[in-house]
């Protein structure tokens, strides 16, 4: 057989390779610039909000309350259509501009806090946006709040205990009592039925309570006793309530904070009983924490006669006994909305909206006791000076029934024409499940966030300096390439954080983009001593580059990985600056393997490889 000399091309990428690098690069370049113009304080206006005045009338009542105004916007397309955008020069006067333009408005719920990009009109409208900064960057407020769930248990016993009275009447079983034991310390989790002599005579007394319970509430543990029944709530059920009670507040928590107008929120989860909420940009976090930490709702009682057997007594704010019924008509999770107004009488009062359901046992109830008095509650939970949650619950209004109700009817006696609407608020937003305390609340000045901002990103810089310095010395024709490399590096992830949705940059996070700088670099390091050590061996630069490249590549992959699951962990349990941090480590080991093997390959090749050819025998 003939010798074929046939040619082994090294150090070269095909076309295809360089134009996915070029566009990569481009295109994280113009998602990385927005970040760099920074962003504005601004109050949107909404179409709905009965505006009337024009952006010039506008500008100058701000201007006469000593508001400098960097520009007033009027959204003539889209989906925004008719809103008004108030861009500020001052950061700090966003929440007074908030204020005084609600009295200029019919619906001053239309209004929002928002940011916005300051980057020119032809980079937003190719839809790129700045990374969005954490509280330590931004500034603002944070609160942790404890939700107790212990009120939820006893609703559930109390549910439970009222069914089983009931149910030992209608089966005409004498001589049995229930009661919820209150000697433990889950007094909430924990039913006695206690059966007499005589009950316990009649053998299908015993199982007949058994079979009602295990058929109608098979969530709770039965067990015998010495003279009775003992009921409990499995731990699963108890932990199903948690999760579920935790996960309603949190859903309950963010309609609140947007019937607050605050934009970029960040609520969430932290423990089993927990929830965290950061409102960047808010200075003034009383209007704030009275709206998160409240547990306001109302319910609508038929009222009953003094003395009844079936009410229960309710005090009004006058302090006089009304006697109602144990169970609510209507309570205030069938609210669908709810506006504060003033009435003919010039009394303060909220508009009530139901749902289906809550419109359907309203007209129900109002259709058979039209004549007959019906009671609005409002209750609210609090701490006692022991720490423990306790309901207070007044009677607000006794209205005569005139006429039958339909899903939209209005009540009086909230008080002012504010706290009518601090009610409205909270009724439009939901009432919660279990009370919540506001056990740590932590504010950051705008005037820290930049100062966090600037020591940051100066460490950034010095930082990179350093290792440009270094890398240009050492390595020298090879270390402009590392340069390149790094530099393309923080472009590329400075683009990823501003593209992907929910990535917040925090003051750990510029820590973790530090770490990225280091980590990106030490990928040329492991390369470029390689190819180091096959020159030493005899081999030609073309021929060092490529089995450098090769030989470096399983070292590089699996010290990135290992570091990737350090960070997957950090993102998956930690929380706020923890997966700042672990966001940006992550996203660093992706770019940082992305141009330290993929782009500085592509320089080499460009540069020194173009001629690099081996003829070989086969």
Not at 183 to 191: E, G, K, M, S, Y
Not at 263 to 284: F, K
Not at 396 to 414: P, W
Request: charged residues 20%; neutral net charge; hydrophobic residues 45%.
């Amino acid at each position: 057989m003939d010798n074929i000399q046939s040619k082994k091309l090294l150090n070269h990428y095909s076309a295809w390779k360089y134009i996915v690098l070029i566009v990569t690069i481009i295109v994280m370049l113009f998602s990385a610039l927005p970040t760099w113009y920074g962003e504005n304080a601004a109050v949107q206006v909404g179409a709905k909000a009965g505006l009337n005045l024009t952006p010039i009338e506008l500008r100058d009542k701000l201007t006469a309350q000593g508001i400098e105004v960097k520009r007033i916007e009027v959204k003539q397309h889209g989906e925004d259509k008719g809103q008004t955008l108030i861009v500020l020069n001052d950061d700090s006067e966003q929440t007074l501009v908030k204020t005084l333009v609600s009295s200029m408005v019919t619906e001053p719920k239309e209004l929002t806090l928002a940011l916005v990009s300051a980057a020119p009109s032809w980079l937003q409208n190719l839809g790129f946006e700045p990374i969005k900064l954490g509280l330590d960057l931004r500034g603002g407020v944070q609160f942790l709040l404890d939700v107790d769930v212990q009120p939820v248990y006893q609703a559930q016993a109390d549910a439970l205990v009222e069914s089983l009275r009931q149910f030992l009447r209608e089966q005409q079983i004498r001589g049995a009592s229930v009661r919820i034991d209150n000697t433990r310390d889950d007094a909430a989790l924990q039913i006695a039925i206690a059966l007499t002599d005589a009950a316990q005579a009649d053998n299908s007394a015993r199982a007949t309570v058994r079979q009602f319970i295990q058929q109608s509430y098979p969530t709770w543990q039965l067990t015998n006793a010495d003279n009775g029944l003992v009921i409990k709530l499995s731990q699963d059920e108890q932990s199903k309530l948690r999760n579920l009670t935790v996960q309603q507040n949190l859903q309950i928590m963010r309609s609140r904070i947007e019937e607050l107008g605050i934009t970029e929120a960040l609520v969430q989860r932290q423990g089993e009983h927990r929830i965290r909420i950061e409102l960047p940009g808010v200075q003034d976090p009383a209007a704030a924490k009275n709206v998160i930490g409240a547990t306001a709702s109302l319910a609508f009682f038929e009222v009953k006669e003094s003395g009844s057997v079936n009410a229960q007594v309710l005090k009004d704010k006058s302090g006089n006994p009304v006697y109602v019924a144990r169970s609510p008509v209507l309570g205030g999770d069938h609210i669908v909305d709810a506006r504060a107004n003033i009435g003919e009488m010039g009394m303060a009062e909220v508009n009530i909206h139901l749902d289906r359901i809550g419109g359907q046992k309203m007209s129900e109830f109002s259709r058979a006791n039209i004549g007959k008095p019906m009671a609005t509650s409002y209750s609210e939970y609090s701490r006692d000076e022991q720490g423990k949650a306790k309901q207070t619950q007044e009677i607000i209004s006794v209205a005569t029934i005139q006429s039958q109700l339909g899903d939209r009817f209005r009540i009086t006696g909230a008080g002012t024409y504010q706290e009518a609407q601090q009610l409205a608020l909270l009724l439009r937003a939901g009432s919660m499940t279990a009370p919540v305390t506001i056990v740590e609340e932590r504010t950051i000045g705008p005037t820290l966030g930049a100062e966090n901002i600037q020591n940051g990103f100066a460490a950034l810089g010095l930082g990179m300096g350093i290792t440009l310095l270094f890398m240009a010395l050492w390595y020298r024709r090879l270390g402009w390439v590392a340069n390149v490399a790094l530099i393309s590096n923080m472009v590329i992830l400075f683009g990823l954080l501003a593209l992907i949705p929910g990535a917040v940059l925090t003051l750990p996070g510029i820590a973790g983009l530090v770490l990225t700088v280091g980590m990106a670099v030490d990928t040329n390091v492991l390369i470029f001593e390689r190819i180091k050590d096959k020159l030493k061996e005899g081999r030609s630069f073309a021929l060092a580059i490529d089995t450098g490249f090769d030989s470096a590549f399983s070292t590089i992959f699996d010290a990135n990985f290992t570091t990737m699951i350090t960070a997957v962990v950090l993102y998956s349990i930690g929380n706020g600056p923890i997966q700042g941090f672990a966001l940006t480590l992550g996203l660093g080991l992706l770019t940082s393997m992305f141009t330290g093997i993929f782009a500085s390959r592509a320089l080499i090749n460009l540069v020194y490889g173009r001629d690099a050819r081996r003829h070989v025998r086969v």
